[in-house]
């Protein structure tokens, strides 16, 4: 790791060109308030998350911890983000340092980091939760991950640079050093390590960058999502979506977890919310179960849970006709939550791992006609000459991966697809 001087850290904030230079200047200033932030990957492992927990108990040791001096939250991340400590839940080093034991590693396979950033800002950085950003506290992040994400960051980065916060970000493993450096603030502020125990054994550099850096923040914090404050995407729209999630033994519990990551990988992109985007979900083998309809919930993060809670259902017979049958006749009506009679786009999305038992090309068919974009994303032993029949359908869209763990890498294709207006007639209600 290479060393590099504190004071030039004082100039790190015209590197951004896209930062517009008054909106924060930074200096090195020993102590002080701060709003300390952990945003740590769960899935490093336990030997590695030991570590962490001992770095933050001897990082807090020498300063006093507590709403007039600095505070410290904790969130992890896999898949989705999940909150541990808030910055205001501990109000002294000795209560923060009593729940630090708390913190433990999770298995995983798939980490979203954007997702993640999104999270820290939206529902960390707010006044309500401890944070002083509007008093002009110096607001800290240090992004701790072992895997490179499996979602976009450069977004969520952004917006975090834009509010001021300052961003530090240590990789191990497969980390990607290059996503790390469009997330951190600055390429200084990027701790690549073989692994995290070296690390936060020595930790002198992440030591002085968080004790040090400060700035002159934002005094307002954005109140829009990152999808709608970033320059370059465009998921503020309205969609309803249905996902429709092939539960057989084809899939497997194995492969499920890639699966349900795929399905959160595409809604953490998504602008939900009841004027925006709704999602809706069922999962199918021989019969289809509905696991939440279009109106079941209001926010991205209830569906990223109920998600990730998935278990999959089992058997050997894959009806998807009957399937898409039920999605038609079920989810996308008024009485679910469905919106296609104030013409919004009307999306389902079905994923599927093997061979279906019955004929399906009628009603794929008629999900076009019906006006709903359709799209078939598949992997395992699914019939690749079956799905593309039905990709003969003008707009009916197929994918395939020949490995479930691909599949979550899949949601940057099909997002553009999603928003996508597509020209139909107006669909009458059906029965």
């Given at each position: 790791m290479?060393?590099?001087?504190?004071?030039?850290?004082a100039f790190i904030g015209i590197l951004f060109v896209e930062i517009p230079?008054?909106?924060?200047?930074?200096?090195?200033?020993a102590g002080g308030n701060r709003d300390i932030v952990f945003l740590v990957d769960s899935t490093m492992g336990s030997l590695s998350m030991v570590s962490l927990r001992d770095f933050i108990k001897r990082f807090v040791e020498p300063w006093i911890v507590g709403p007039n001096a600095v505070q410290v939250g904790i969130a992890l991340f896999s898949s989705s983000p999940s909150l541990q400590m808030d910055l205001n839940s501990h109000g002294t080093k000795e209560s923060l340092v009593?729940?630090?034991g708390e913190i433990k590693a999770t298995p995983g396979q798939t980490v979203n980091i954007g997702a993640a950033l999104d999270f820290v800002r939206s529902n960390m950085l707010?006044?309500?939760?401890?944070?002083r950003l509007q008093q002009g506290v110096p607001q800290l992040i240090l992004l701790v991950t072992s895997k490179k994400s499996s979602d976009v960051v450069e977004q969520p980065a952004w917006?975090?640079?834009?509010?001021?916060?300052?961003?530090?970000?240590a990789g191990s493993r497969a980390a990607d050093e290059l996503e790390l450096k469009q997330i951190a603030l600055a390429d200084q502020l990027v701790f690549m390590t073989r692994d995290f125990k070296s690390?936060?054994?020595?930790?002198?550099?992440?030591?002085?960058?968080l004790s040090t850096l400060t700035g002159v923040t934002a005094t307002e914090v954005p109140s829009e999502s990152v999808e709608a404050i970033s320059p370059t995407t465009k998921t503020k729209v309205?969609?309803?979506?249905?996902?429709?999630?092939?539960?057989?033994?084809?899939?497997g519990s194995g492969n499920f977890p890639s699966v349900r990551d795929f399905i959160i990988n595409v809604v953490n992109r998504l602008d939900v919310r009841p004027e925006g985007v709704q999602i809706g979900l069922m999962q199918f083998a021989e019969h289809p179960k509905v696991e939440f309809y279009l109106k079941s919930y209001d926010n991205k993060q209830d569906i990223v849970n109920r998600t990730s809670e998935l278990s999959l259902s089992g058997g050997s017979v894959l009806n998807t006709g009957a399937a898409l049958n039920s999605a038609l006749i079920h989810m996308f009506q008024q009485s679910s939550g469905s919106r296609r009679r104030q013409g919004v786009q009307q999306v389902l999305v079905l994923i599927t791992g093997g061979p279906a038992n019955d004929q399906f090309n009628s009603v794929a068919d008629k999900l076009v006609l019906d006006g709903v974009l359709a799209i078939t994303v598949s992997s395992g032993q699914a019939d690749e000459n079956q799905l593309r029949s039905i990709a003969l359908i003008p707009g009916f869209m197929v994918f395939h991966k020949t490995n479930f763990s691909d599949l979550p890498a899949l949601a940057e294709l099909i997002i553009p697809l999603i928003l996508t207006d597509v020209d139909a007639k107006e669909p009458e209600e059906i029965s």
């Open positions: 290479k060393k590099h001087p504190l004071l030039l850290w230079p008054p909106l924060y200047s930074q200096e090195v200033v009593a729940a630090l707010q006044p309500e939760k401890g944070s917006a975090l640079k834009q509010m001021g916060v300052l961003t530090l970000a690390l936060f054994g020595n930790p002198r550099e992440i030591v002085d960058a309205a969609r309803d979506i249905v996902f429709l999630l092939d539960g057989s033994d084809h899939v």
